[in-house]
């Protein structure tokens, strides 16, 4: 995966800069020391690793833009950092530049359960936003696979989803307000504690930007109320064309589950041996999960079930009590680390149209024998957000090149059936160079020009997102 020759120039200010963010910054916030900066080197994409000339970790939106400030005084490149959990490579550095890490804003700075709405710092987790308000009977929805770990500020750049965003949506479906800081140090305030804002849709640009626009430091969430009851069911099939096909009809009937996930055989198996589920012995596995009443639940199932016993199941089995529906979603959550402890693997991000699922499941498969690697399915089928696992091997000289190549089939598979290149993971590196599939010349030229507006020195995780053969004049602005 290219990068662009780090600039000599930029990395013999090393000392200077570091001089200066020490005189904005604590002592301890400011990691110079090459083996400490390789904390910093990659994110979830591990296959590509890079230390950064300086790690810096703020604590407050004035320190955040003092850092933007200084850097983009002095011309050097920036990239934002949530918790690193970025499957894309959105994170990954360059030799010269800054990594500006969120971690330390992580507080909670206003809960207002009159108007459904909490603000925090963007270092806090996905999981801790639930965490704070769950006592009063609230939640947070979007729910990312990674949400013990990953930031809000990630879960912004990314524009993240979850399991449970069938119905209540991915990020930008629960994002009020943010608090940005631009790469020349200037802050500003979008949206707010309010169901919309006027003029120009500036969040919606925030919101899966990848970080190249600003840093986020604060963000306004919705919360909503815990449902009174929800209950999954598990559905087993013999083939993954058949699971799809039944994906297919339950949204075409109108049912609207919270959450509908697939799983395949060798995902089946993997999570099993990790979580003791109880799962099926099967090829494909739907979870699919719903939510109000027992009345409501007990009717919704009931027509999912009907729908799937048309596709001749091999098992139907509702959760009995608090306990199985937990085992459930243990083993699905379970999913990437189960799949890890028994295999390298990459994790894919498409998104198809749901009615294309028994189609591109099947090509898949071909596309897995014809490349001669091993390929485990786990998404979000409500949606069709795909999360392909093409298993490898890193040790042997070729595997990850032949991996990169039938992940770029997959994706323009994905393209071709009217989908696109990502759902929730972003575009970064992984994906920087198949952009061109989707969009022309035109569509990234208009692309570019936002960035041109918002960061005109292209100092903001430039190498990232658009072909570094389109972006090589603004970058060189």
């Keep these: 995966m290219h990068m662009p020759t780090p ?4 990395m013999a200010l090393k000392a200077a800069l570091a001089a200066r963010l020490r005189a904005v910054l604590p002592a301890d916030a400011v990691i110079d020391d090459l083996a400490e900066t ?3 080197e990659c994110d979830g ?3 590509y690793k890079c230390p950064p000339m300086l790690a810096v970790l703020p604590a407050t939106t004035a320190e955040v833009s003092d850092v933007l400030r200084i850097c983009h005084e002095m011309n050097v490149p920036v990239v934002p950092r949530g918790s690193g959990t970025s499957l894309a490579g959105g994170a990954m550095p360059t030799a010269d530049s800054v990594v500006l890490g969120v971690a330390r804003l992580n507080a909670v700075l206003e809960t207002d359960y009159a108007d459904r709405i909490i603000r925090v710092q963007s270092g806090r987790t996905n999981l801790s936003v639930t965490g704070a308000v769950a006592e009063d009977g609230f939640f947070y929805a979007p729910d990312p696979s990674s949400q013990l770990a990953c930031a809000i500020a990630g879960n912004v750049a990314m524009n993240s989803g979850g399991a449970h965003c069938l119905k209540y949506g991915v990020t930008t479906n629960n994002l009020l307000g943010v608090t940005l800081v631009l790469m020349d140090g200037t802050v500003v305030e979008l949206g707010g504690g309010h169901l919309d804002a006027g003029e120009l849709d500036l969040l919606g640009v925030i919101c899966g930007s990848e970080g190249q626009l600003g840093v986020v430091t604060e963000a306004t969430l919705r919360i909503l109320a815990k449902p009174e009851g929800a209950r999954p069911v598990l559905i087993g099939f013999d083939s993954n064309a058949v699971a799809g096909a039944c994906v297919s009809d339950i949204i075409k009937a109108g049912v609207l589950p919270v959450a509908i996930e697939f799983m395949d055989r060798p995902c089946i198996v993997a999570c099993e041996a990790f979580a003791k589920a109880g799962y099926p012995d099967c090829e494909a596995l739907l979870i699919v999960e719903v939510e109000g009443s027992d009345a409501e639940i007990d009717h919704q199932l009931g027509l999912i079930s009907a ?3 048309r596709h001749d199941p091999v098992e139907v089995r509702e959760a009995r009590d608090a306990d199985e529906a937990a085992r459930i979603w243990l083993g699905r959550k379970s999913a990437f680390g189960a799949m890890g402890q028994i295999n390298d693997y990459m994790c894919l991000d498409g998104t198809i149209p749901v009615t294309e699922l028994p189609r591109v499941l099947d090509r898949i498969g071909a596309l897995s024998q014809e490349y001669g690697l091993d390929v485990a399915n786990v998404f979000h089928a409500g949606d069709g957000n795909m999360h392909p696992l093409i298993l490898y091997d890193a040790n042997t000289p070729g595997q990850l090149e032949l991996c990169e190549a039938l992940g770029a089939a ?14 929730e993971h972003g575009v970064g590196i992984e994906k920087r160079d198949l952009m061109a599939v989707q969009f022309d010349p035109a569509d990234l030229t208009a692309q570019m020009a936002v960035k ?3 960061d005109p020195k292209w100092l903001l995780n430039a190498a990232k997102v658009f072909p570094l053969d389109a972006s090589a004049t603004h970058r060189a602005a």
């Design 7 to 10: 600039d000599a120039r930029i």
């Design 38 to 40: 390789r904390a910093y």
């Design 45 to 47: 994409l591990s296959a």
């Design 307 to 309: 729908i799937a016993q």
């Design 410 to 423: 997959i994706l323009k598979l994905c393209v071709e059936v009217g989908g696109c290149l990502t759902g």
């Design 452 to 454: 041109d507006v918002f």
